[in-house]
């Protein structure tokens, strides 16, 4: 039973209007009553309540027409009808325009109680299955977010990743032919500071290669599986002949520079699954 329901009666006879509110206040609830119908509607939009008794026989507007006027104002409005010629045909209309119940007078304060409190725990489990069906939707929006979220992340990752292996090749390219100078395998073509330019530029290809490998372990943090990829070993040789046929020359080593076509090979490249 819902503590304070606020409680509208609405009947032209004053015994009953007095009799309800005597009845139901002790219990605990708030009554308010009206004489008719237009005045009753007044209540409604004025107050708003968790069940409606109402009389169907009453000057100007029928406690029937008035369950459609209460419920576009709160559909989970409880509507009790109060009528002294109970027929098959009047349970019909009264309960395809919403009413809830019937209380055929004379009734006793015992059945009305009966009434009221079916009619409120009706109410409190309307109102209980709207608000678990919100949760429920609230829900499914955090878990579709959730996953549209984990797609950008696996979008984020595959974009570092591939940035990293698009800019390490060239940067070792650089640190190679760096290295080869400063080895002594090409001829120094400048004079004075050539080697301090030279260890300069060294360091700042060992900062970026360094800050590829951290983006590459990043990538790696979610890697649950790799991806097999046939890859080239003509186009993966002919990157690097730039770089060692330097230092082959020095040793009197020959380079083949063409190799048969269709040599592939597979190399496991990781890649992120959600």
Not at 34 to 61: F, H, Q, R, T
Not at 211 to 218: G, I, K, R, T
């Amino acid at each position: 039973m819902t503590a304070r329901a606020r409680i509208l009666v609405i009947d032209d006879e004053p015994g009953i209007r007095e009799g309800c509110r005597r009845a139901l206040t002790p219990q605990g609830y708030a009554v308010d009553i009206a004489a008719d119908g237009s005045e009753g509607l007044e209540w409604v939009k004025a107050n708003g309540y968790d069940l409606v008794l109402l009389d169907v026989m009453m000057p100007g507007i029928s406690g029937i027409d008035l369950i459609g006027s209460i419920h576009a104002h709160d559909p989970e409005t409880i509507c009790i009808v109060i009528t002294g010629y109970a027929t098959v045909e009047l349970a019909v209309r009264a309960i395809k325009q919403g009413a809830y119940d019937f209380l055929t007078k004379p009734f006793t304060a015992d059945d009305l109680l009966l009434a009221v409190n079916q009619g409120l725990e009706r109410r409190r489990l309307s109102l209980e299955a709207k608000r678990l069906q919100a949760i429920e939707a609230q829900a499914q929006r955090l878990a579709e977010e959730k996953a549209r979220l984990e797609e950008l992340d696996k979008a984020k990752v595959a974009f570092i990743r591939l940035a990293t292996h698009e800019l390490q090749a060239p940067i070792a390219a650089i640190h190679s032919y760096l290295e080869l100078m400063l080895s002594g395998y090409v001829p120094p073509m400048l004079a004075g500071k050539q080697r301090e330019i030279l260890e300069k530029a060294m360091a700042r290809a060992q900062e970026q290669l360094a800050l590829l490998a951290d983006l590459l372990q990043f990538g790696r943090l979610r890697e649950v599986k790799t991806l097999v990829q046939p890859t080239s070993v003509s186009l993966a040789a002919g990157a690097r002949l730039p770089s060692a046929c330097p230092r082959a020359r020095t040793r009197q080593l020959q380079t083949l520079r063409r190799l048969p076509p269709r040599t592939t090979r597979s190399y496991h490249f990781p890649r992120e699954v959600g």
